[in-house]
């Protein structure tokens, strides 16, 4: 019998992922169907409970229900305990619902296996103090940098972030207008700046000589934060499109013990 799989947002018509794991079962041979379901804002945990019933054996979850997936969750792997968001749902044979968050080992094997950037022992900067950027802290510590700096316009809520990396004195915060002369080797943008069609300014010395500056948002051409970053002196530039198949396939992986080829894949997307 051909096993269910689905994503669940509020909007979802937006979503790549049905085309992805369509394409992951195609390459690997995986007897499996995956929908897109729109979630109802006052009815999420329903709506995945009746997934279960109807045979279901597992659910991607995006805004805005990552938090309420992680409260439904039984049992929770570590990164997703560390993030407290939930993307990935595991239904398991004894009724329990495992919860996992894949975001930050998605982005991090982007940057390291397909732009082939190692984060060992390099600078790192991450943007932003919100979800996205708690989802990506501990795959990003886990990768060894000689330094995690998270910056936000308001200190407080990088303070907050820097809470959950007891004991790591690697981590610190900033704002951003305190950025100039951090010579970063790595430059994450983890705000929604790109999705309102803003760049982000750093000041002068922020990115280091051959600098990455790789923004979470994804899009048909050169984010606003891409471009601006090339403006001021970082070498190299990706959109977030690696971090989204790579976070998939690590879903997939969960599921179903076998990892895709997410080379295979994000070409294919490109050609799009």
Same mark, same amino acid.
């Given at each position: ?5 689905? $994503? *669940? ?27 897109? *379901?729109?979630?109802?804002? @006052?009815? #999420?945990?329903?709506? %995945?409970?009746? #997934? ?17 997936? #992680? ?19 595991? #239904? ?7 919860? @996992?968050?894949?975001?930050? *080992?998605?982005? %991090?094997?982007?940057? &390291?296996?397909?732009?082939? /950037? ?17 989802? %990506? ?11 995690? $700096? *998270?910056?936000?316009?308001? %200190? ?11 004991? &790591? ?10 950025? +100039?002369?951090?010579? !970063? ?19 002068? +010395? ?12 994804? +899009?048909?051409?050169?984010?606003? !934060?891409? &471009? ?29 013990? /076998?990892?895709? @080829? ?9 050609? &799009?």
């Amino acid at each position: 019998m051909t096993d269910r799989y689905a $994503v *669940i947002g509020n909007p979802i018509a937006q979503s790549k992922s049905p085309v992805l794991h369509a394409a992951f079962a195609r390459q690997t041979g995986e007897d499996l169907t995956y929908e897109a *379901i729109l979630g109802p804002l @006052d009815g #999420f945990v329903e709506r %995945v409970r009746q #997934f279960m019933r109807e045979g279901g054996k597992g659910m991607n979850v995006t805004v805005p229900f990552k938090v309420q997936a #992680f409260e439904l969750a039984d049992r929770l792997t570590e990164r997703a305990r560390h993030a407290q968001a939930v993307n990935t749902l595991k #239904f398991e044979a004894d009724g329990g619902i495992l919860g @996992d968050n894949t975001d930050g *080992i998605g982005m %991090v094997r982007d940057i &390291r296996d397909r732009l082939g /950037v190692a984060l060992a022992g390099k600078r790192v900067l991450l943007l932003g103090a919100g979800g996205a950027a708690r989802g %990506v802290l501990l795959p990003l510590l886990d990768e060894k940098p000689a330094a995690l $700096v *998270i910056a936000n316009r308001t %200190v407080d809520k990088a303070e907050q972030l820097k809470v959950l990396c007891a004991g &790591r004195d690697e981590v610190s915060v900033a704002r951003f207008d305190e950025l +100039g002369g951090g010579n !970063f080797d790595v430059v994450i943008n983890a705000t929604s700046a790109s999705l309102g069609g803003e760049g982000l300014s750093l000041p002068a +010395g922020a990115y280091g000589k051959d600098a990455l500056a790789y923004d979470m948002v994804y +899009g048909d051409a050169a984010t606003p !934060f891409m &471009r601006r970053a090339l403006e001021q002196g970082a070498a190299r530039v990706s959109d977030g499109l690696g971090m989204l198949v790579g976070q998939a396939a690590e879903s997939f992986f969960l599921w179903r013990g /076998v990892r895709p @080829d997410s080379e295979v894949v994000m070409a294919m997307l490109r050609a &799009r």
